[in-house]
């Protein structure tokens, strides 16, 4: 009966009160707002808001990123106004084999973007214009099976892909494979005009009309594993294997408006390129952060592609004057190193040493054969390229929590290069050896009332000559001109220097939105 009556007694009402709202940050915002340098992140949930299929549509979309068309038409990307030799591209936070592309990768790969403007110390300082870093999809913290397709059409011709993901969590371990297929066909119509004029006056006004398509079919599979060896040690086993077949066709037309005609003034060209990339990531971490904590990782990758393409030259008659065929093969292998010991000192000091190492190895064929049917000579080439690059660099970094609303990095690294290029048909070697250090300091203030931040950056970066740049073999276009000329690599190239000096304004506002200004020297 007591009980009875202890349920039905009435609870006085109690007045509803106000919470306080709680806002969640994305940890991409903090590490944005809290970073010494300026930095922009592109989320997972910013990559796919668009639906783009590729990462390239993805990164033309990022304020300050450039996208343009490269070498065998494929995509490449500029920062500060310079071009994709001076952007230094990572997957992962580890720099690419030379034969990589961009748009092999297609964004459901992609967990985010990192662009940086001012290099670290504790990544390759090979970037003058800045580092653009594709972190890859992490093993998610559930179990999660998905399966996306897409069906879209480019001025004409259809296109479309299949993407998945498979992860799941075995005992102390965690796994996770992402693939995707991907076909795109893109028609293009355009029309340029190029002008040349000398001190003594114009030399030639051409135009040109171009009709191409471009035919890309790619696989890419990412195999990731995670295992907990104890409470302070880890083991990530990290992949990547991309497959492309690209076809490329172009119906080309030149009319001179004005003085030296070109030399083929109507051509047909074909070409075919079939690439295949392999790398094999194994990194361990250990150690706790009030006793240090120590990173190594070791990393395999081998490149191997090869091209054919068909050049059907017309004079001004529409005659067939000539017949070239050109068929390439590259194979590139490469193994790389590093570690790092980080430790945090007596006070807000975080230091941090370690090492980069990395040796790799290029070879490259290319016979080309020409038919003439008229009273051009025939150029006949066999040529034949061997090129190795290693390089060693050790650095040291300080970031410093000075105050609540001051920041600072120091670091320096020191980098050794060398190069060993030979030509395998005339038996000619060429072997360089150089070095770079690369001080670098930065600061971060944050305004007083305020999340606002005010960045300087000064930086030493270089740009290491590739093996494909050391190797002397020649890029040839049809119509050489000084807007578009034949080039061809030098084995004698060493780095190239350069100090820069970045000066940047954050705004942030209560809705999470931001603006940046920035001045860079």
């Not at 790389?336 to 230091?351: E, F, K, N, Q, V």
């Not at 000579?377 to 190795?388: F, L």
């Not at 020649?474 to 220097?497: C, H, K, S």
């Amino acid at each position: 009966f007591l009980g009875a009556a202890g349920l039905g007694a009435q609870t006085p009402a109690v007045a509803p009160q106000k919470l306080d709202g709680i806002v969640i940050e994305s940890s991409a915002d903090a590490e944005k707002r809290e970073s010494v340098a300026s930095k922009t992140i592109v989320t997972r949930a910013e990559i796919i808001k668009f639906g783009d299929t590729s990462l390239l549509g993805v990164l033309a979309r990022i304020p300050g990123v450039s996208v343009g068309v490269g070498l065998n038409n494929a995509g490449e990307v500029g920062l500060r106004g310079l071009g994709s030799g001076y952007v230094q591209i990572q997957v992962n936070g580890e720099m690419v084999a030379a034969g990589f592309t961009l748009d092999s990768l297609s964004p459901d790969l992609v967990e985010r973007i990192e662009i940086l403007k001012s290099g670290r110390v504790d990544s390759s300082t090979q970037a003058i214009a800045g580092t653009v870093n594709i972190v890859l999809r992490r093993i998610p913290s559930t179990a999660q099976h998905e399966l996306k397709a897409n069906v879209r059409d480019s001025n004409g011709k259809p296109s479309g892909g299949l993407s998945g993901q498979w992860s799941d969590k075995v005992g102390k371990g965690s796994y996770a494979l992402t693939a995707s297929a991907d076909v795109a066909n893109s028609p293009r119509l355009w029309t340029d005009s190029l002008r040349a004029t000398a001190p003594t006056g114009p030399l030639f006004e051409r135009e040109n009309r171009v009709s191409d398509l471009t035919e890309v079919a790619t696989l890419s599979v990412v195999p990731r594993a995670n295992f907990k060896l104890d409470d302070n040690t880890t083991l990530s086993l990290d992949g990547l294997g991309q497959y492309q077949k690209r076809d490329y066709r172009a119906n080309e037309a030149r009319s001179a408006i004005s003085g030296t005609p070109p030399s083929l003034p109507a051509d047909v060209l074909s070409l075919a390129l079939e690439s295949t990339n392999v790398k094999a990531t194994a990194e361990l971490k250990t150690g706790a952060r009030d006793q240090g904590l120590f990173a190594g990782k070791l990393s395999v990758t081998a490149l191997k592609r090869s091209g054919d393409a068909t050049l059907d030259g017309f004079d001004v008659s529409q005659a067939l004057v000539l017949l070239r065929k050109v068929a390439t093969d590259t194979r590139e292998r490469a193994i790389s190193t590093s570690g790092t010991y980080s430790h945090r000192l007596i006070g807000s000091h975080a230091l941090t040493v370690g090492w980069n190492g990395q040796t790799t190895r290029r070879t490259e064929t290319r016979i080309q054969r020409d038919q003439v049917f008229d009273t051009r000579a025939a150029d006949n080439r066999d040529e034949g390229y061997r090129a190795q690059v290693g390089n060693l660099a050790l650095f040291m970094q300080d970031e410093w929590d000075i105050s609540p609303a001051t920041s600072a990095y120091f670091g320096a690294r020191w980098e050794g290069l060398t190069t060993d290029t030979e030509d395998t048909v005339t038996a000619m070697r060429v072997r360089n050896k150089s070095s770079v250090f690369s001080p670098s300091a930065q600061l971060s203030y944050k305004l007083p009332d305020s999340e606002d931040r005010i960045k300087l950056a000064l930086n030493r970066t270089y740009k290491a000559p590739t093996a494909i740049e050391l190797i002397p073999r020649r890029w040839t276009v049809l119509d050489n001109t000084a807007t578009t000329p034949n080039f061809q690599g030098n084995p004698a190239l060493i780095p190239e220097l350069a100090w820069g000096f970045d000066a940047s304004y954050e705004k942030y506002f209560a809705n999470k939105q931001s603006i940046s200004t920035s001045l860079y020297v």
